[in-house]
């Protein structure tokens, strides 16, 4: 886990949700740009899981079934052995010893930037926009810019779209621009 681990029911408040999310789209709409980054950050907060799966990994690591590390991050991971008596071999960042391993636990996030994926790269160097800590400013259509056949969604759209560009509501306001 590359941080603490946290526990919500969502990974936004429930306002974003529920009938207050039209006053709250409103909102933030009417920020300049700077400002939705700002509101995107403050509502998500960072990785959380549900409370039920927060509870099960805890009694899991008291039970000695597993053990979780905090604050890592996976550098690689092979298999190594057959595929009925294989177990993985992981490593990290730190200076921790390789890890042997019978299951790993995949979980979705990753740091919003670009740069980090070839494809937007390269549409960046290309034709050039404006990005905010890593978010491109796409068009109110979510296209890369003016007159370009390129299309973003979620986190890559969530300056137009509002703190909830990841979830299905977000993602169905999305389809409709």
Same mark, same amino acid.
């Given at each position: @886990? ?7 029911? =969502? ?8 009938? /207050? ?6 909102? =933030?709409?009417?920020?300049? @740009? ?15 899981? +549900? ?19 905090? /604050?890592?991050? @996976? ?7 057959? =595929? ?5 071999? @992981? ?6 010893? +390789? ?7 995949? !979980?979705?996030? !990753?740091d919003i930037d670009v740069d980090q994926y070839p494809v937007l790269k ?13 978010? +491109? ?12 056949? =390129? ?13 909830? !560009?990841?979830?299905?509501? /977000?993602?169905?306001?999305? !389809?409709?621009?």
């Amino acid at each position: @886990v590359r941080s603490e681990l946290r526990s919500r029911q =969502f990974d936004i408040p429930k306002g974003w949700m529920g009938p /207050g999310r039209g006053k709250l789209l409103e909102e =933030f709409f009417g920020k300049p @740009v700077t400002k939705r980054l700002h509101a995107i950050q403050g509502a998500r907060g960072g990785g959380s899981m +549900p409370p039920e799966s927060l509870t099960f990994l805890k009694q899991a690591q008291e039970d000695d079934e597993l053990t979780l590390l905090c /604050g890592q991050q @996976v550098s690689s991971a092979s298999w190594v052995g057959s =595929f009925e008596d294989g177990h993985w071999i @992981v490593n990290l960042d730190s200076d921790m010893r +390789p890890l042997e391993c019978d299951i790993i636990l995949l !979980a979705t996030g !990753a740091d919003i930037d670009v740069d980090q994926y070839p494809v937007l790269k390269s549409m960046l160097e290309q034709c050039p926009i404006d990005i905010y800590d890593g978010f +491109p400013h796409v068009q109110d259509n979510l296209s890369w810019a003016e007159g370009e056949n =390129f299309y973003v969604m979620g986190t890559m759209a969530a300056l137009q779209l509002g703190p909830d !560009a990841l979830n299905l509501a /977000g993602g169905r306001h999305g !389809a409709c621009r």
